[in-house]
């Protein structure tokens, strides 16, 4: 390409000849990097034009939809705009989903995080070897079907299941939690664990130990070295753990249809039903749109602090 | 970093780091248990899902007898390909554009480029299912596209997010590496084609595979877009488990588990091998 070789220069180091070729530089460099911008874009343009047809219109029609007009037979129609959708949202069943949904997440992100910590931790201070081989046994689950996993522990609540076997042997009650919210949270517990245990050895692997050592050496007791310097050290991990476990128990759909049954729904199964049974695609979408702005305003939280570097 | 002088600091003394030690093989535990546990009841000879009743292959042969399930592994095959080959091709040529150029409005592809990963399942799904309802008049206007068998939907909406994957992948690898190759390619009058073929595709080829592999375990695992989309009788496996999970427990789907679990597994250990051996084959030239 005849435009391009001049586009070196301005990448690389200033050329030597850059005094007698002040005067034309400037319209020549302008020109290349016209057109290498130009080339970036065309590169692109598959690749833009793609999300744009199957993944920002689709947007549009979801937020279009949550305006939009159901008529009697349970049609959307796409006229009469209004804030109808949007004026449910406040009723009574949205707001015992929303806030079990709520309530649920948190509760699996805490108990994630103190599982993960504790983990996190051990397998960073371990040898490379055995830190490798260690991180491997959390990105097997991490990467294995989320379905299959769910559903094995559908075989082990099971009411002849082994838990609920283990649970009457000790004889600590009834052990049959499952279609419980106990069952649920612990589904989303084990399915985003490693979310939170990857991003916290991420962090804390990182600390430079010799600040530990040096709190040590001041007379520090371990448990206090390890508030004030290795817990705050290793907050951007707790951070983007938390939010990589809590938006998607949040939206969760899979976990409560397999180990809730179908009273303990979540938002997820919400936004499912109205599509799929009751057919009332302008509150299937607000309730998505709402589902939507949570999860954004989360992922803004983690990339401003600083959750992008881990 | 010295790790090597600051270990004791790291480790805690006396009963927390046993501990410390406890907790982590019981975290251990229980990632693995349920599936071990899985694993041993698809050999169960028995129609209860939780009483041991003696060994058997009978779930197996039912399973490789199923037409159904053979039926839908077929469509999780062929979508898994088209839609991994397509996202790869897709998702190399964004992160290159994004990480190589400077273009305007690229700081809102890159935003957008970034959704498909953190939207919720469900978000997606209806938005793929309203988009297709919407739509599927002027697609099929389109000839050789077919949207009522609903194969087509099936790839469309795993690319959509797939993309996304498959070009982070690639980009952690490119912005680690070194433009002025490619640049000293063109020195050399290498043309643009050349200098990607030559230079670049090899450098970057770690993450390409690693987008591609990310790729084919998503479109295999998604269980909430594909069953807003798939058309009836053209479900992929995991759409047809889901139902049969719903429907009630049958040990067939125990054996259905273990051969997705497998499949999965393979893949994680296939990705790691690879990783290691282009990295370290890396370092030794």
Same mark, same amino acid.
């Given at each position: 390409m005849a435009v391009d070789a001049p586009a070196r220069p301005p990448d690389g180091? *200033? *050329?030597?000849?850059e005094e007698t070729a002040e005067v034309d530089t400037p319209g020549l460099e302008r020109e290349a990097e016209r057109a290498k911008a130009r080339q970036g874009f065309l590169l692109g343009l598959p690749t833009i034009v793609y999300l744009l047809v199957f993944f920002v219109v689709p947007l549009g029609f979801v937020v279009a939809y949550s305006f939009a007009t159901r008529t009697r037979s349970g049609r959307t129609e796409l006229?009469?705009?209004?804030l109808d959708a949007y004026a449910r949202l406040g009723d009574d069943i949205i707001m015992t989903v929303a806030w079990r949904s709520l309530w649920m997440a948190v509760v699996a992100t805490l108990i994630c995080l103190v599982l993960a910590y504790p983990l996190a931790y051990y397998i960073s201070t371990r040898s490379p070897t055995v830190r490798n081989l260690m991180l491997v046994g959390v990105m097997i689950p991490f990467w294995s079907n989320f379905l299959i996993r769910t559903y094995a522990w559908r075989v082990l609540l099971d009411s002849d299941g082994l838990v609920t076997q283990a649970f009457e042997f000790i004889g600590v009650g009834d052990g049959r939690i499952l279609f419980t919210s106990n069952a649920v949270i612990l589904g989303l517990v084990y399915g985003y664990l490693p979310f939170m245990v990857l991003p916290l050895y991420a962090a804390i692997e990182r600390i430079d130990w010799n600040l530990v050592e040096g709190a040590r050496d001041l007379y520090a007791s371990g448990w206090s070295a390890f508030r004030r310097v290795v817990w705050p050290l290793s907050r951007p991990g707790v951070i983007a753990g938390s939010i990589l476990v809590f938006v998607p128990s949040f939206g969760a759909y899979v976990t409560p249809a397999i180990l809730g049954g179908n009273k303990e729904g979540l938002l997820g199964s919400y936004i499912v039903l109205q599509f799929l049974s009751a057919r009332n695609g302008p509150v299937g979408s607000a309730v998505s749109v709402v589902v939507l702005v949570v999860m954004l305003v989360a992922t803004l939280v983690y990339f401003r602090t600083g959750g992008k570097n881990l | 970093m010295s790790k090597g002088v600051a270990k004791s600091t790291a480790e805690p003394q006396g009963a927390s780091r046993w501990l410390l030690r406890g907790h982590s093989a019981a975290v251990f535990a229980f990632f693995y248990a349920p599936i071990v546990v899985l694993c041993i009841f698809s050999f169960n000879d028995s129609n209860a899902v939780g009483n041991w009743n003696g060994f058997t292959l009978g779930w197996y042969e039912e399973l490789f007898g199923n037409d159904n399930i053979q039926s839908s592994i077929w469509v999780s095959v062929k979508v898994c390909v088209a839609s991994t080959v397509i996202s790869v091709v897709l998702g190399t040529a964004g992160a290159l554009a994004l990480e190589r150029f400077r273009w305007w409005g690229q700081k809102a592809f890159d935003a957008v480029l970034y959704l498909p990963i953190i939207i919720p399942d469900v978000t997606m799904a209806v938005m793929m299912l309203v988009f297709f309802n919407e739509t599927a008049s002027w697609f099929n206007v389109i000839p050789g596209i077919n949207l009522q068998n609903g194969l087509e939907k099936l790839v469309f909406s795993h690319v959509a997010f797939n993309i996304s994957f498959v070009s982070v992948v690639v980009r952690a690898r490119l912005a680690n590496l070194d433009a002025s190759m490619e640049e000293a390619a063109a020195d050399l009058y290498a043309n643009r084609w050349q200098a990607f073929r030559r230079v670049t595709l090899p450098q970057i080829m770690p993450g390409v595979i690693g987008g591609a592999l990310l790729a084919v375990t998503i479109s295999l695992d998604d269980v909430v877009v594909s069953s807003f989309v798939a058309a009836v009788g053209g479900t992929p496996l995991s759409v047809y488990v889901f139902g049969m999970l719903r429907k009630g427990v049958s040990p067939l789907v125990n054996s259905v588990s273990v051969v997705m679990l497998v499949a999965s597994m393979a893949l994680v250990l296939a990705s790691l091998v690879i990783s290691r051996a282009t990295g370290s084959g890396r370092e030794e030239r």
């Open positions: 180091e *200033p *050329p030597v000849l006229r009469d705009f209004n | -």
